[in-house]
């Protein structure tokens, strides 16, 4: 899903990492929205906050939606910069730390509703922490997919739906035909793992609250070893050849 790039980089890669990643924002979403009344994937609403804040002069308030803004761009800065750093590195995998940052970040809040534990966090550092992530998960699978995929927020991808869909009525080539089709395809499981995400994180809240988002931090985990795997898988079959 991760390793590979450019060429050799297919559409299957795309789909895999789409339907999961998505899966995880939507969980990250609903929890989000549920536990501290902020949206926690994208920050289009934030500004329309924090501009009402301004006009009306409540500073202090639009002093937090400005954070709210500045948590996810720093998500993806360090995620986007960590990547720089250990690409030239062949002791990591670029994608390796921004994922491992995302699921220490994500079973830290998980487990901050333990009671056991006695943590204390204020809702606006949940949504914070929560930005930060969705903010370095965006920026890592927009870097791996060369923006084909974006998995935390559904505006700029309900409108290349539209667009494609519309593209339909005029292809008269049949090879354009079966490119858009998939372009449509990988959309729309883009919006129904998010949603799906959503209710399946909306169901979890109700029962177990923040921890929730332990199994986000667990399915990150699974990718993860999963594409490990299946490299080694590769690898070896390629060797026995």
Do not use: W
């Not at 009402?52 to 308030?61: A, P, T």
């Not at 969705?134 to 559904?154: D, E, P």
């Amino acid at each position: 899903m991760f390793r590979h790039r450019g060429k050799y980089r297919t559409y299957f890669h795309n789909l895999k990492l789409a339907s999961a990643l998505s899966f995880v924002a939507g969980i990250v979403n609903i929890v989000g929205v549920m536990s501290v009344k902020v949206l926690t994937t994208n920050i289009t609403g934030h500004f329309a906050f924090f501009s009402e804040e301004i006009l009306l002069s409540h500073y202090s308030e639009a002093l937090t939606y400005l954070v709210f803004i500045m948590c996810f761009l720093g998500g993806a800065f360090c995620s986007s910069f960590m990547v720089e750093f250990s690409s030239g590195r062949s002791m990591f995998r670029p994608h390796l730390i921004p994922l491992i940052t995302e699921i220490l970040i994500l079973g830290f809040v998980g487990i901050s509703d333990d009671e056991t534990l006695k943590l204390s966090i204020s809702p606006y550092t949940i949504a914070g922490l929560l930005l930060f992530a969705m903010g370095a998960q965006n920026s890592l699978v927009t870097r791996v997919s060369q923006s084909v995929v974006r998995t935390t927020h559904l505006t700029g991808l309900f409108t290349d739906l539209g667009i494609e869909l519309s593209k339909l009525f005029f292809k008269e080539r049949e090879n354009e035909k079966r490119q858009l089709k998939k372009n449509i395809t990988l959309k729309l499981v883009i919006i129904a793992c998010f949603f799906s995400g959503c209710i399946i994180g909306g169901l979890g809240y109700s029962t177990i609250r923040l921890k929730t988002l332990m199994v986000t931090a667990g399915l990150l985990f699974f990718v993860i070893r999963y594409d490990k795997l299946l490299y080694r898988y590769y690898a070896l079959k390629r060797r026995l050849r």
